[in-house]
């Protein structure tokens, strides 16, 4: 005697039933649908370019009526997502939306994304084909700043959770939607009052997904596959400002060394005294995905990790790019001294960017800068906000391999690789509620679309748009349970097959 599980009945007559229906002019009905959902996203996503939501650091009402102007607009475009999930305006600004999911046993994902932009320069206007705020859509593109950072990513994941809940997709985990509004100067008023909200109220998560690395084409020679780097770590922050006093005077009669002299050494000892190279266990994942792809002697070296360790941090260290994958970075960005060409000026002061890599703290730093100065006429200190390096992502999980799963549907040309993410994102703020956190957005990128983030003629093509609703849409899935099984727990079975019916 066979037993056919009712469940598995179901899921036969739902087959049967789509096949049944998918004659010619269904499918006809069915595509012209698509197209015109598609168009309607593309709307959507124009629309969202529009409204100048620029934040500042000074004033945290610049900009309130975009920002809100944008809420509106999200609210009237998404509205199952507004009717079924819960809202919450938090710092007036940012948003979050909470989806419960059916099982609470299970600890939530948190999605996000944000919805600041960076300001267009001046005297960079004229230099765009398209006005920045005004989304044109052209050429299959959509044009405008935010289209590549962030507002794509806040209109597919919107765009996402209202297919599936026109779909009935019950997620079987909550997930929240958390969109903040600074994160361009930090994410300090939005994602970090977020963290804080969902920390008042005990929630942990199990996943953060936010932007970070993405789809990479062409970034390696000799590698014809798409690498999908997704950030399992990302380097901490910190600003130190070196200031030398000087005597002053009329510059006819010049000290021995003046306070810029004595600055600019100071600087020259720092690029002469690099931090040491280290392999962290992110880069070594790295470079064990790589070695897999390229094969012969780099796999060989890989597997002999012991034998070929500094050799393989000497080829790292070659390269600019890479050599930020293995040690902290430090970097002068700002000079000041001086006012008028014939007097020495009191003061001279130099702010150093740092970028800490794993395993390294504020301490360390610090002690490192301090020895190689070696000049007690130079003062150091810390100013700014101390941002420590992530916590490492472990990619042995069920969590990673949903999200490895969603790669692989939707971008079945990748190979998903795990990398440090060498900038900061709103992610740094979660760190409170969960240890996985990943840094990815779904797209494919060259180094020619690369150039254009933060950048004039930001566009994003429609076609890499729709493929982000997709993997928002499987990426839920994925992470929150099947959705068949969500679906399936909803309908009474014997609403649709007598019992006696399944044994045979
Ligand atoms: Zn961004």
Avoid at 140 to 167: P, S
Wanted: proline share 5%.
């Amino acid at each position: 005697m066979m037993i056919i599980s009712p469940r598995l009945l179901i899921v036969f007559s739902f087959i049967i039933y789509f096949a049944s229906t998918t004659v010619s002019s269904a499918q006809r009905i069915i595509k012209e649908n698509e197209r015109n959902s598609e168009q309607v996203s593309i709307e959507k996503l124009s629309r969202a370019i529009q409204f100048k939501t620029i934040a500042s650091a000074h004033d945290p009402h610049q900009n309130a009526a975009e920002f809100l102007a944008l809420h509106q607009h999200l609210a009237e475009s998404f509205p199952l997502v507004h009717k079924s999930l819960q809202k919450e305006v938090v710092n007036n600004y940012s948003l979050l939306y909470t989806w419960h999911g059916e099982d609470s046993e299970l600890k939530p994902i948190l999605i996000g994304a944000h919805l600041d932009v960076v300001p267009v320069e001046a005297a960079s206007e004229q230099d765009w084909q398209e006005l920045p705020f005004k989304g044109v859509v052209k050429e299959d593109h959509v044009w405008g700043r935010g289209t590549l950072d962030d507002k794509y990513r806040v209109v597919a994941i919107l765009e996402a959770v209202e297919q599936l809940l026109e779909k009935g997709y019950k997620p079987l985990r909550t997930v929240y939607l958390a969109f903040g509004h600074d994160e361009e100067i930090g994410g300090e008023r939005g994602a970090r009052e977020i963290s804080a909200l969902l920390e008042a109220r005990d929630v942990e998560l199990e996943a953060v997904f936010d932007e970070g690395l993405a789809v990479a084409e062409d970034v390696l020679p000799g590698v014809t596959r798409q690498l999908a780097l997704v950030g399992t770590a990302a380097k901490g922050s910190i600003n130190l400002k070196l200031t030398v006093n000087g005597e002053g005077g009329h510059s006819s009669a010049p000290p021995k060394e003046s306070a810029i002299g004595v600055l600019s050494h100071a600087i020259v000892k720092l690029q002469q005294n690099p931090f040491k190279a280290r392999m962290t266990p992110t880069t070594k994942e790295t470079v064990e995905s790589l070695a897999e792809l390229l094969g012969g002697k780099h796999k060989f070296a890989v597997r002999h990790y012991w034998l070929f360790k500094n050799k393989i941090l000497k080829s790292l260290a070659q390269d600019q790019a890479t050599d930020v994958l293995i040690r902290t970075k430090m970097a002068p960005t700002i000079l000041e001294a001086g006012e008028k060409d014939n007097v020495m000026p009191r003061l001279a002061s130099a702010t150093i960017n740092i970028r800490i890599l794993n395993g390294e703290d504020e301490r360390s730093v610090l002690k490192h800068v301090k020895k190689a100065i070696d000049d007690d006429r130079v003062h150091i200190e810390v100013y700014g906000d101390y941002t420590p390096p992530s916590p490492i992502t472990k990619t042995d999980t069920p969590i990673f391999a949903a999200l490895k799963n969603s790669i692989a549907e939707i971008f079945p040309d990748a190979v998903v690789v795990p990398a440090l993410f060498p900038g900061g994102t709103d992610a740094k703020h979660y760190t409170n509620l969960t240890s996985n956190i990943f840094r990815f957005a779904p797209q494919v990128v060259n180094r020619e679309i690369a150039m254009l983030v933060h950048n004039v003629n930001e566009r994003i093509s429609i076609d890499v748009f729709n493929a982000c609703i997709q993997f928002y849409e499987v990426l839920i899935q994925n992470a929150c349970g099947d959705g068949e099984d969500a679906l399936l727990a909803d309908l009474e079975l014997e609403d649709l097959l007598p019992l006696e019916d399944v044994e045979s």
